[in-house]
Each structure stands twice: as structure tokens, then as C-alpha cells.
DNA sequence: GTAGTTGCAAATCATTTGCAGTAAT
DNA sequence: ATTACTGCAAATGATTTGCAACTAC
């Protein structure tokens, strides 16, 4: 079992909630799918192998996914929140295109070190950042 | 009239669109607001004075205002979109502090050229951007 | 057996839209 | 006059919640 799964059966437990069926397949669903999906399209692909799984059920699981650090709830311009799996690694940088919403993830130690030394500038201890980049990708600056 | 005001006009006038007294209200309630107010808020502080002015007046309004460039829509965390005055400045962004929410905007040319060559790489056309860091003003950091 | 969970349907919440009456051009 | 605008109420769409049946512990 891989760690990821470990952990989360270990969260669950320490804050005695139950380790279900529904909760694992949602776990695994989400570790084996693209990143950025929101809970519909993550119920719509859990929907054809399990009919009877509700709509609810994802949205409670990803929320507790993303309580235990496994996931990261995130706001792209459309009204849906979208999941990110968190690897831990260093910080990355999103690039969205407005018009098909493709998602690009960048990281750019530059930048990151400029982050830092304004964070140092004003005295401020960094704990998080967010930075998007919004445009057009090349496909669909060709349409328009 | 300031020029925000009159700049609206004419964007009104180019587009076929009315003055009307409403639009006006909003736009000079939203003028003399503190920033980051949602629809909702700029709606219950137009309501003390302007009783039968509708819901979704406000909402189509910042809307229109959006559209000319006078506002930009926001998301922080919570649901509600909030709106910001456009200084007609370069790029700002925002260092937050996780403790007491204070805000501290900025401005870094390094950075924004930096992110002009991310866009670049990946043959984006760059629109519009979003920077946000977290973290603990001097303050906090003393505090916890 | 006793919580906590599930699936469903109904409820929320922010925002949008249809429409009949009203106001700006 | 004409066309856009307003306020209202109803609609929407994402997410949440209440609840009775169910399942992990």
C-alpha cells in the first residue's frame, strides 16, 4: 500500500473516523487521475465502476483529504474548486489559459528567491504563496 | 467629475449602454468604500440610502465596471467575490498576514519581468496575473 | 452494539436571468 | 418613440446538510 494511503488511514484513525470502502476508492481515484479535477469530475469518473456512490461522498472525502495535508483545495477562475495532489516538493507556479482553461504548473527558483527577499524586505515569516498567471495559451490565441 | 466617473460614461455612451442614476450611485459608493468589498457589502451600504435599489443592480454594475477596467474581480478564500480599484499602476500584489489579515501591497519590476518570461516560454500572451504570499507579520511572529 | 458513514433529496449561498414596468436617449 | 434598465422573484450551479438506513470498529 502505498504511503500516501497509509497516511490517510492513519488520519482517519487518530481522529477516530472510519476507513470505508467509498473513501479509499475516492483516494485511489484521485492519486491515478489527472491533476486539477473538481469533485464533479472526480464523481463522474468514480459514478461508472461504482453507480450507486454519491455525490456527497466526494465532496466530504476531498475535504477531508485536503484536511490532512493529502490534497489542496484550489480556485481557478470557474466557480468549481479543483484538487491538487501535494508531492511535497518545492513550491510551483500555475499558468491558465482563459479561453480552454488549460493549466500549465512552472517552478522558478528566481522568482522564488525574489518571493523570499520581499517576505524579508517587510519582516514578514513566509508560511504560503499562491501566484497565477492568466492569458491565452497558443491554440487559442490562434481562434481568437 | 472625477475622471473615474467620466471615464464610465463614455464607455457606457461607446457601448450603447445608459447613464443611469443606480450605475452612477454604485460607482461612487464603490469609489469611496475601503477595498475588497464584496457585491453584497457595497449592496447593504447602498441599501441604508437607497432602500428599493436592487440585488442584482449591484451585481451587474461591478460587472460592467469590471468589463471597463474601473474594477477587478478578486477571490480570496472565502465564496464571495470581492472587487478592487484599479489604480491604473503597474501590477500589485499582496503580502497577507496569516495572523491579523493585514495587507500590504507591492510592486517588484524584477519579478513581473520574470513572470513576462515564464509566459514567453510557454508562448502564453499574459492577461492578467495573481501573487499572493502568506505568512506572519513582525508583529505575529512576536506574538506566537 | 455503538459511533461514524453513506446516498439521497432537500437546503444553502452567491450569482444570474426572465420579465413587466420604468427611465434614459 | 425606442431601447436599455430596473427591481423583483424565480432559476441556476456548486457545495452542504438532514436524515434514515448501513457498516466499520
Redesign the pocket.
Known amino acids: 500500500m502505498s504511503s500516501v494511503k497509509k497516511r490517510f488511514r492513519d488520519y482517519?484513525?487518530r481522529?477516530?473516523?472510519?476507513?470505508?470502502?467509498?473513501?479509499e476508492l475516492i483516494l485511489d481515484e484521485f492519486l491515478s487521475s489527472p491533476s486539477h479535477l473538481?469533485?464533479?469530475e472526480l464523481y463522474l469518473r468514480l459514478r461508472t465502476e461504482?453507480p450507486?456512490?454519491?455525490?456527497?461522498?466526494v465532496?466530504?472525502?476531498m475535504?477531508l483529504l485536503a484536511e490532512c495535508g493529502i490534497a489542496t483545495e484550489r480556485h481557478f477562475g470557474d466557480?468549481?474548486?479543483r484538487y491538487e495532489a501535494n508531492t511535497g516538493e518545492e513550491h510551483h507556479y500555475h499558468l491558465i489559459c482563459d479561453g480552454c482553461g488549460h493549466i500549465i504548473e512552472f517552478e522558478d527558483g528566481q522568482i522564488e528567491a525574489l518571493l523570499q527577499a520581499v517576505a524579508a524586505t517587510h519582516s514578514y515569516t513566509l508560511r504560503h504563496q499562491r501566484l497565477e498567471l492568466y492569458g491565452l495559451c497558443p491554440k487559442c490565441q490562434a481562434e481568437s
Not at 15 to 22: A, F, I, V
Not at 52 to 57: D, E, F, S, V, W
Open positions: 482517519l484513525t481522529h477516530n473516523l472510519k476507513t470505508t470502502r467509498q473513501r473538481s469533485a464533479e461504482y450507486n456512490l454519491g455525490y456527497a461522498t465532496y466530504r472525502t475535504k466557480r468549481q474548486t
